[in-house]
């Protein structure tokens, strides 16, 4: 079927959206592997609508790594808040650019849950539409929507527990996650964030698409976490009194090393935390 012209215009137009104002959070983590710092990413999550979220996250490679694999990634994401608070995505956009050469896909959903269209822009290639089986797409979210659905539900008293189908462009997977209790966290010279948080495991379980026999990527580490006792870990804490709990440290066991998100960065309106301190904003 042919790509219909709004949906071309949107792959060619939809940038990072410019997030700022009340209810903006903006999140800026530094990856350490080995003791190297190994990768930079940014989140910013905007829920200060009532009936509307935005969820933007970009990240890249840095130092030695960067010369070895030179990547950066853009994540972005509109939807939708309906009755009950429930997450419903618009539109979700990933953008991957390794050694130069950029490669976008972008996912429509409808206000009833149902998936919609792929777009997707390879390097050098024309815009074409995805092959999206029902099987593969229908009733699914994105990540970012589901890790936000995760956050708010912890900001209601609940745990950092859930489970969402996401189709990621060629696979559907249950993206699970394990409430493993509470932890009080303190600041060091890595992280900002100090105060109680609560730990979860994130879980990836293939349901159907074009999956290989053997784990590949993320689904690849997290079996190397597994197998050595520790599945992927966030942290989640509360910075101030405004805005959600938010991603304050992740840990990634591999069969090469630990890979620890430290958060370095922190903006919710006059609320700034950086470098182990604590300021309004100016």
């Known amino acids: 079927m042919p790509v219909c012209i709004a949906s071309v215009v949107a792959v060619l137009l939809f940038a990072a959206p410019a997030l700022a104002g009340p209810g903006v959070q903006t999140l800026t983590y530094d990856v350490y592997t080995s003791g190297f710092h190994a990768v930079e990413a940014t989140l910013t999550l905007d829920t200060g609508k009532k009936d509307r979220y935005d969820i933007f996250a970009e990240g890249r490679t840095r130092g030695v790594l960067e010369t070895l694999v030179p990547w950066e990634g853009t994540f972005a994401t509109k939807g939708w808040v309906l009755k009950g608070g429930k997450l419903q995505p618009e539109l979700h956009r990933s953008t991957a650019v390794w050694r130069g050469e950029e490669d976008i896909k972008?996912?429509?959903?409808?206000?009833?849950?149902?998936?919609?269209?792929?777009?997707?822009?390879?390097?050098?290639?024309?815009?074409?539409?995805?092959?999206?089986?029902?099987?593969?797409?229908?009733?699914?979210?994105?990540?970012?929507?589901?890790?936000?659905?995760?956050?708010?539900?912890?900001?209601?008293?609940?745990?950092?527990?859930?489970?969402?189908?996401?189709?990621?462009?060629?696979?559907?997977?249950?993206?699970?996650?394990?409430?493993?209790?509470?932890?009080?966290?303190?600041?060091?010279?890595?992280n900002v964030y100090e105060g109680p948080s609560t730990k979860c495991t994130v879980e990836v379980k293939p349901v159907a698409g074009k999956w290989h026999k053997k784990p590949r990527g993320w689904l690849s580490i997290q079996e190397q976490g597994r197998a050595r006792g520790t599945m992927p870990t966030v942290w989640v804490g509360k910075i101030g009194e405004n805005g959600l709990p938010v991603p304050v440290k992740v840990m990634v066991k591999t069969a090469y090393g630990t890979m620890f998100m430290h958060l370095v960065e922190y903006k919710n309106g006059e609320d700034y935390l950086v470098a182990g301190k604590t300021k309004k904003q100016k």
């Open 106 to 190: 972008e996912y429509s959903y409808g206000k009833d849950g149902s998936f919609k269209s792929l777009v997707v822009k390879n390097h050098n290639e024309p815009i074409e539409e995805g092959d999206t089986d029902d099987e593969v797409t229908q009733g699914t979210i994105d990540v970012l929507t589901s890790t936000l659905a995760m956050l708010q539900n912890i900001d209601k008293g609940g745990e950092c527990a859930g489970t969402s189908e996401v189709f990621d462009g060629k696979r559907r997977f249950e993206m699970i996650f394990n409430h493993e209790g509470h932890q009080d966290l303190k600041r060091s010279g890595y």
